[in-house]
C-alpha cells in the first residue's frame, strides 16, 4: 500500500481535489516556520540536565515573572475584550464623521514599533507624564508597575479584539434585533440575549489573539515596566536576561514553559469557541 | 374599528414608499397586501409593527395611537421572511424569548412557560423538535417555529412578511392551507405581505392591492377579480393578454371581429382591451378575428396552451381544453378572438 492510499482511507472522501499537495505544503511549511524553531526550544534546556531546568522554573524570580507575564496579559485581553467590543459596535453600527479616520487608527498598534510605543507610553504614564501627574497626587503610580505593564499590553492588544469581532458585527442581521424588539425585548435584553450570544465566538477569537500577544510582547513593556526583578520583570525579560549571562539552557527552559502553558491556554480557548460557535451552526 | 390606517406617508430620502394610505382591518379579518416589488407593502407592514415610523399619518388599534407606542410594547406578532430566528437558541428557547422577556411581574413561572411553549409547537407542528437549532431545521418548520415565537406574545395582531417567499412551491401549498386553518382556529386579526396574486386570492379574506405606494384596489378576492377597478387589477391578478382595439357604441373591434364588453366601456375611439387566456376563441381558417400562427402546443397541465405569435406584433398564450388541442399543431395559421374583454382607454 502507497502512502498516498494509506492517506485516503484516514481522510474523508472530498469532491474539492489537491488534498495532497496543499496537506504537503501546509506540513512542509509549518514545520519550517513553526516546528523545526520550537523543537528545537524543546529539546535546549535539558543540556545542563534536569535539575537545572528545575531550578531555573522553580526559582522566586521565574515564577514571579511568569505570574506577571500572563497574569497581566490575561487582564489586558479581558480589558480589551470588552473595550474592543465597544469600539466595534460604534465604529459598525454608527455613521458619524470621521469614522474611517478613527478605523484607520485602531490598526496602528499593529504598525508602530514596538519600542515607540513603549517609549511613549513611558512618557505619559510616568509621575510627571501626561496622564501619570493626573495619578501621581493620589499616589497610584502607572509607569514602572504591573499597572504599566498591563497598559503596555492592552495597547498591543487591542487591534486583534476590534478585527476579530468587527465583521461578525456587519453580518449580523439587524432583523434579529427587531424580531426581539417586536417580542417585548428591551434593549438591554436584546444586546445580551440576541447579540453578545451571536459575537461571542468572536469576542473569544480575539480575546485568544490579544492573550497570545501580550504574553509574548517584550519592545513596548520593558521601556513602561520598571524591570524590577519580582515586581515588574516579564517572563521574556527574564529570557534576555539569562541570554546575556550565556545561560542558554535556563533561557530555553523559560521559553519552554511559557511556550507549554500558552499551548494549553489557547488549545482550551479554541475549544471553548468552537463549542460555543457550533451551537449556532 | 380594530385597525385603522389613515393617510400615512413615508419617503426613504427623497423617493416616496407610501403615498397617502389609508386601510382597515376589521377583528379577526386575514387581510393581504399584494403588489409588486417596491410597491410599499413590507413598509406599511412594517409601520403597523413599529419597525418604521411613517412621516406623516395615523396607525390605530382599537382606538389606542400605535404610533405613539415603541415597537416592544405594541404587541404585534410579526413574522419575518427570512424567519429572523436566534440561531443560538433552540425552537423551544425561540419560543420562550417573548415569555422570558416580559417584566417579572408578569413574567409566568418557569413551568407555565414551559407548557405554552410546548403547547405553542404542538399547534404548529413541530413537537418533539423543541431541542432543535434553527440550522438543524427545514424551510418550512423555521417559518413554523418564527409563528409559534410570534403567536407566544398573544399578539393583538399578526403581521407576516412574505411568509412563504423563501420555501418550494409544494411547501408553499401545504404552508398555506395550514396557515388558513390556523387563522379560523385563533381568530386572530392577520395581515400578510405577498407578491404572489394566487396566495393572496387562495388565502385572503381581503386584498389590498398595493402600486408605487399607493392603495390601488381594496376588496374580497372576488371583487378584485371579477370586478378590477384599472387595468393594473387585471393584469396583476392572473394572466392576461392586452389588444389594441377599437371601441365603437359599447363593443370593442378587435380585427374586425366585434367582442362584447364586460363592465364599463369608455366614449368611442382607439382603446386597450385585456381578457383572459381561456377565454379566447382559435379558429383555423379566414375570417375575422387577429391573425396569428402557432409556434407551440403544450399539453403538460390541466389544460393545453397554444403559443401563438401574433402578426406583426407580439405572443400570447392561451389556453384551450386538453381535448381539443388535437386540431392545432405548429405553424398552423389561426384567428383569435376574445369571447369577451375588459376595455380600459389608452393611457
Redesign the interface.
Known amino acids: 500500500m502507497t502512502a498516498a492510499s494509506r492517506l485516503r482511507r484516514l481522510v474523508e472522501p472530498s469532491a474539492l481535489p489537491g488534498l495532497g499537495p496543499t496537506l504537503g505544503f501546509t506540513l512542509v511549511y509549518l514545520s519550517f516556520f513553526v516546528l523545526l524553531p520550537l523543537s528545537a526550544l524543546a529539546l535546549r534546556p535539558w543540556e545542563l540536565g534536569f535539575d537545572h531546568v528545575r531550578d531555573v522554573l522553580t526559582s522566586e524570580r521565574t515564577l514571579a515573572a511568569l505570574q506577571l507575564s500572563f497574569g497581566a496579559a490575561f487582564l489586558a485581553a479581558c480589558i480589551n475584550a470588552v473595550f474592543g467590543t465597544i469600539v466595534a459596535w460604534v465604529l459598525v453600527r454608527y455613521d458619524f464623521p470621521g469614522r474611517r479616520l478613527l478605523d484607520a487608527f485602531i490598526d496602528l498598534p499593529f504598525a508602530l514599533p514596538t519600542a515607540v510605543a513603549g517609549i511613549a507610553l513611558a512618557a505619559i504614564y510616568a509621575p510627571n507624564g501626561l496622564v501619570g501627574a493626573l495619578f501621581a497626587p493620589y499616589d497610584i503610580r502607572i509607569a514602572f508597575t504591573p499597572l504599566g505593564v498591563m497598559i503596555a499590553l492592552i495597547f498591543v492588544g487591542f487591534p486583534f479584539v476590534v478585527r476579530s469581532i468587527q465583521p461578525v458585527l456587519e453580518d449580523f ?1 439587524t ?2 434585533e ?9 434593549r438591554l ?1 436584546t444586546i445580551h ?2 447579540i453578545l ?2 459575537i461571542t465566538p468572536s469576542i473569544l477569537a480575539g480575546f485568544s489573539l490579544a492573550f497570545a500577544r501580550a504574553v509574548g510582547e517584550y519592545g513596548s513593556v520593558i521601556f513602561i515596566a520598571g524591570n524590577i526583578p519580582m515586581v515588574s520583570e516579564i517572563a521574556p525579560l527574564l529570557i534576555v536576561i539569562r541570554l546575556e549571562e550565556f545561560d542558554y539552557a535556563g533561557a530555553a527552559a523559560v521559553g519552554l514553559i511559557m511556550l507549554s502553558i500558552s499551548f494549553v491556554l489557547l488549545l482550551l480557548l479554541n475549544a471553548l469557541q468552537s463549542h460555543i460557535a457550533r ?3 | 374599528m380594530p385597525l385603522d390606517i389613515s393617510n400615512v406617508r413615508k419617503n426613504f430620502s427623497a423617493t416616496p414608499v407610501l403615498r397617502d394610505v389609508s386601510l382597515f382591518a376589521e377583528d379577526g379579518e386575514f387581510l393581504a397586501l399584494l403588489g409588486p416589488s417596491g410597491s410599499g407593502k413590507t413598509t406599511l407592514l412594517r409601520v403597523i409593527a413599529g419597525l418604521e415610523q411613517p412621516d406623516s399619518g395615523a396607525v390605530r388599534f382599537q382606538g389606542e395611537d400605535l404610533l405613539a407606542q415603541p415597537v416592544r410594547e405594541r404587541r404585534i406578532g410579526f413574522v419575518f421572511q427570512h424567519y429572523a430566528l436566534f440561531r443560538h437558541m433552540t425552537a423551544a428557547q425561540n419560543v420562550a424569548f417573548g415569555l422570558n422577556a416580559k417584566p417579572a411581574k408578569q413574567r409566568p413561572s418557569r413551568s407555565e412557560i414551559r407548557k405554552r411553549v410546548s403547547d405553542l409547537l404542538h399547534l404548529v407542528q413541530l413537537s418533539g423538535l423543541e431541542n432543535r437549532y434553527p440550522s438543524q431545521l427545514s424551510g418550512g418548520q423555521r417559518q413554523r417555529v418564527a409563528l409559534a415565537r410570534a403567536l407566544a406574545i398573544e399578539p393583538r395582531i399578526l403581521l407576516l412578511d412574505e411568509p412563504f417567499g423563501a420555501l418550494d412551491a409544494k411547501v408553499r401549498r401545504e404552508l398555506r392551507r395550514w396557515l388558513r386553518d390556523l387563522h379560523e382556529r385563533t381568530g386572530l386579526t392577520t395581515i400578510f405581505v405577498t407578491h404572489d396574486q394566487e396566495e393572496a386570492l387562495d388565502l385572503a379574506d381581503r386584498i389590498a392591492l398595493l402600486r408605487d405606494g399607493a392603495l390601488e384596489q381594496v376588496g374580497t378576492p372576488e371583487e378584485l377579480y371579477h370586478e378590477p377597478g384599472s387595468a393594473f387589477v387585471f393584469e396583476f391578478l392572473g394572466d392576461s393578454v392586452r389588444l389594441p382595439c377599437t371601441v365603437n357604441g359599447g363593443v370593442a373591434v378587435i380585427a374586425d371581429a366585434p367582442v362584447p364588453i364586460i363592465g364599463a366601456a369608455p366614449a368611442n375611439g382607439p382603446a386597450f382591451a385585456y381578457a383572459r387566456p381561456d377565454a379566447i376563441n382559435v379558429e383555423i381558417g379566414p375570417g375575422p378575428g387577429l391573425p396569428a400562427h402557432v409556434r407551440n402546443v403544450i399539453l403538460a397541465g390541466p389544460d393545453a396552451r397554444l403559443d401563438c405569435a401574433i402578426d406583426g406584433d407580439g405572443a400570447i398564450d392561451v389556453r384551450i381544453p386538453a381535448e381539443e388541442a388535437a386540431k392545432f399543431s405548429p405553424r398552423d395559421r389561426v384567428r383569435l378572438t376574445p369571447r369577451t374583454v375588459r376595455v380600459w382607454p389608452v393611457t
Not at chain 1, 427587531?178 to 428591551?186: H, K, Q, R, S, V
Open positions: 442581521e432583523e434579529a427587531e424580531a426581539a424588539a417586536t417580542l417585548g425585548a428591551n435584553q440575549r440576541v450570544p451571536a451551537r449556532g451552526r
